[in-house]
């Protein structure tokens, strides 16, 4: 395994490893939304997003476990949304992760609620790190205000809005770019912020950390557009050609496959070149823009 990978795989245990002991436990009378929540959360991933925070603060002078909690609570938050991003009231998708998707598993209001309980216990765990004294107030409140910034209606919730309103539609360039950068990139730039935040690094390494994820950002979901129309419902663990079923322009169709992944290639370049000559200048992070953008799955 290569230095960049035995890294990656490190973080990914740690975070696999932490994830369960933030979910509720015990039984409970609503044992079975805490059953739905841990099903989605628990149920595989990548975990760049938490991957992210993590190195982004190791790399400002942070340690791992100081940034672990905002970590996971980044899971929860990413989780929530593809619970409600595969309702039938949105992209209507049986498959997540290569099994149920959990409003399949547990029905349509325990999926609702199983996403909103996620989505409150990701706050609920940042927040409560003021208890633990291991943070500053200013810190704390700081990478909550980020990650609320993130998902908002100028974040997550705007690009989806954007989304459902231009099905069937055309769209410009201009407004896909901002549709994915509010619907996907948002969540990826507030997790490397966050991991600076909790590192105590100064605004111009955070506008660095900002940019870098800005473009990798993009550089995801244009990778998802291509695999959604050249890979298989079995390599990527959900439906394939859903974009193009339900009638949405994606980078593929809007600019066809070799263009999206000559623009994949340029993005990963301005991500390089934003971190070249800062402390975040490592080879983790280059490594990891390259991995994301060249991803078969």
């Known amino acids: 395994m290569s230095d960049y990978g035995q890294?990656?795989?490190?973080?990914?245990?740690?975070?696999?490893?932490?994830l369960p002991a933030f979910l509720p436990q015990g039984d409970t009378p609503q044992k079975t939304v805490q059953e739905a929540m841990a099903y989605s959360l628990l149920g595989g991933g990548k975990r760049i997003r938490a991957v992210l925070c993590l190195a982004f603060c190791e790399l400002?002078?942070?340690?791992?476990?100081?940034?672990?909690?905002f970590a996971c609570?980044?899971?929860?938050?990413?989780?929530?949304?593809?619970?409600?991003?595969?309702l039938p009231c949105m992209?209507?998708?049986?498959?997540r992760r290569g099994k149920p998707s959990c409003h399949i598993q547990y029905g349509e209001a325990l999926a609702v609620l199983a996403g909103d309980g996620l989505l409150t216990l990701g706050f609920e765990t940042i927040?409560?790190?003021?208890?633990?004294g291991k943070y500053p107030p200013q810190v704390i409140a700081r990478a909550g205000a980020?990650?609320?910034?993130?998902?908002?209606?100028?974040?997550?919730?705007?690009?989806?809005?954007?989304?459902?309103?231009?099905?069937?539609?055309?769209?410009?360039?201009?407004?896909l770019n901002i549709l994915h950068s509010m619907k996907t990139g948002a969540l990826i730039r507030a997790s490397a912020r966050m991991g600076c935040v909790v590192a105590g690094a100064p605004d111009d390494v955070i506008a660095r950390a900002d940019k870098y994820a800005k473009n990798i950002g993009i550089a995801f979901q244009i990778t998802d557009d291509i695999l959604d129309v050249t890979s298989t419902e079995e390599k990527l663990g959900k439906p394939v050609e859903s974009d193009r079923q339900m009638g949405k322009t994606t980078y593929a169709t809007?600019?066809?496959?070799?263009?999206?992944?000559?623009i994949v290639k340029d993005l990963v370049l301005e991500a390089d070149l934003s971190i070249k000559g800062s402390v975040l200048d490592d080879p983790f992070l280059y490594r990891l823009a390259d991995q994301l953008a060249q991803r078969d799955c």
């Open 7 to 18: 890294k990656f795989d490190e973080y990914y245990r740690a975070v696999e490893e932490a």
């Open 60 to 69: 400002c002078g942070g340690t791992r476990e100081a940034a672990m909690p």
């Open 146 to 175: 980020e990650l609320a910034a993130a998902i908002g209606t100028a974040g997550m919730i705007g690009g989806q809005v954007m989304d459902i309103e231009h099905e069937g539609k055309p769209i410009s360039a201009g407004d």
């Open 127 to 132: 927040l409560s790190q003021y208890y633990t």
């Open 91 to 95: 992209d209507d998708d049986d498959l």
């Open 254 to 262: 809007l600019y066809g496959v070799e263009k999206s992944r000559q």
């Open 73 to 86: 609570a980044i899971e929860m938050v990413h989780a929530y949304s593809l619970i409600h991003d595969d």
